[in-house]
T-cell receptor
């Protein structure tokens, strides 16, 4: 079954404590991306990756890092989380970034920073 | 600036009605437009994807149309059911590989 898997699904952490949200897809997709969803603002792209070792900033990259060492994994790293990073985070993937292929989303990760 | 707008923000209808959800985008140079469904606390499920060269796509009771020149897409849901209750999002994809989402239409279909 085609899947995008995110972990953890729910997390409460404290300001400044580094955390990583993992994302893995089993479809051999080249393109992967991270979004955050906030009330009234919709989904906004944080970072995306066209392939292994290729990453680029989206609309709201500040305070986040990513890496793409393997095709299937695209972790999102918050080096020093702050309360304004409290949000619902989604990872997504598709076969190639410039094609018209469907984008698959993970179930989301609820992050609260206190 | 590339923006995507969805109207209405919320919609409540009785079961059986045919309804139309609207999506507008400011930059018509899209690669494709995709409609998603999001259930509370869940991820996004792709419903329909329309390439920039296409006018419409259909899947079951859903039909999505695309008019690039006017910067509009509509999602038509025929014979709505309570199970259709969810938030519907449209997203426009551009050549920078950026996906711009609308803020969604929250649909409630009551029996």
């Amino acid at each position: 079954e085609a899947q995008v898997t995110q972990n953890p699904r729910y997390l409460i952490t404290v300001t400044g404590k580094k955390l990583t949200v993992t994302c893995s897809q089993n479809m051999n997709h080249e393109y992967m991306s991270w979004y955050r969803q906030d009330p009234g603002l919709g989904l906004r792209q944080i970072y995306y990756s066209m392939n292994v070792e290729v990453t680029d900033k989206g609309d709201v990259p500040e305070g986040y890092k990513v890496s793409r060492k393997e095709k299937r994994n695209f972790p999102l790293i918050l080096e020093s989380p702050s309360p304004n990073q409290t949000s619902l985070y989604f990872c997504a993937s598709s076969s190639t970034g410039y094609s018209g292929n469907t984008i698959y989303f993970g179930e989301g990760s609820w992050l609260t920073v206190v | 600036k590339q923006e995507v707008t969805q109207i209405p923000a919320a919609l409540s209808v009785p079961e059986g009605e045919n309804l139309v959800l609207n999506c507008s985008f400011t930059d018509s140079a899209i690669y494709n437009l995709q409609w998603f469904r999001q259930d509370p606390g869940k991820g996004l499920t792709s419903l329909l994807l329309i390439q920039s060269s296409q006018r419409e796509q259909t899947s079951g009771r859903l039909n999505a149309s695309l008019d690039k020149s006017s910067g509009r897409s509509t999602l038509y849901i025929a014979a709505s059911q309570p199970g259709d209750s969810a938030t519907y999002l449209c997203a426009a994809r551009y050549n920078t590989d950026k996906l711009i989402f609308g803020t969604g239409t929250r649909l409630q279909v009551f029996p």
